[in-house]
T-cell receptor, first 114, second 111 residues
Framework: DGGITQSPKYLFRKEGQNVTLSCEQNLNHDAMYWYRQDPGQGLRLIYY???????QKGDIAEGYSVSREKKESFPLTVTSAQKNPTAFYLCASSIRDRGLLEQFFGPGTRLTVL | GESVGLHLPTLSVQEGDNSIINCAYS??????FIWYKQESGKGPQFIID?????DKRQGQRVTVLLNKTVKHLSLQIAATQPGDSAVYFC??????????FGTGTQLKVEL
């Protein structure tokens, strides 16, 4: 089955610790995205990557970092500099010519910082 | 700044009735408008998109209407089913190769 996976589904961390969220896709998609979703709000873009070894900041990149060393993988690190990291994090991917339109989302990781 | 908002946070409909979910947007320069469906605990799922030079597009049981005069987008779901219960987001393309999402409307289908 082709798809996009995120792990773990639930993640707990202590305040001040960095944490890395995994995102893997086997859809052969060029572009990958990270969004943050808070209760009662829409999705906000953290980082996106249109090609391997390249990525751009989204609207709320402060306190986050990413890497894109492989086409299939786009891990997100939530650093201690992120003031309010507790949220639902969604990873997405898309083919280049449908890039912004038809994004395929993973199941999400719910991060709770204690 | 850009914003995409929804008129009603919660919509309750009877099974079999038609549903209409509304969305107001602010960025007139968007090329595309998109609807996503998000079921509880899952990631959003693409439903349908419409190009800015169109005013109507139909899919399977869904129709999207775009009124650029009043900056309004709507999603119509025919013969609503229990499986349609979810949060529906509108989104629009914008500068910098990104989407701007609305806050979402919860659709509840009553049996």
């Amino acid at each position: 089955d082709g798809g996009i996976t995120q792990s773990p589904k639930y993640l707990f961390r202590k305040e001040g610790q960095n944490v890395t969220l995994s995102c893997e896709q086997n859809l052969n998609h060029d572009a990958m995205y990270w969004y943050r979703q808070d209760p009662g709000q829409g999705l906000r873009l953290i980082y996106y990557s249109q090609i391997v070894n390249d990525f751009q900041k989204g609207d709320i990149a402060e306190g986050y970092s990413v890497s894109r060393e492989k086409k299939e993988s786009f891990p997100l690190t939530v650093t201690s500099a992120q003031k309010n990291p507790t949220a639902f994090y969604l990873c997405a991917s898309s083919i280049r010519d449908r890039g912004l339109l038809e994004q395929f989302f993973g199941p999400g990781t719910r991060l709770t910082v204690l | 700044g850009e914003s995409v908002g929804l008129h009603l946070p919660t919509l309750s409909v009877q099974e079999g009735d038609n549903s209409i979910i509304n969305c107001a947007y602010s960025n007139s320069a968007s090329d595309y408008f998109i609807w996503y469906k998000q079921e509880s605990g899952k990631g959003p799922q693409f439903i349908i998109d419409i190009r800015s030079n169109m005013d109507k597009r139909q899919g399977q049981r869904v129709t999207v209407l775009l009124n650029k005069t009043v900056k309004h987008l709507s999603l119509q779901i025919a013969a609503t089913q229990p499986g349609d219960s979810a949060v529906y987001f509108c989104a629009q393309t914008g500068g910098g190769n990104k989407l701007t999402f609305g806050t979402g409307t919860q659709l509840k289908v009553e049996l």
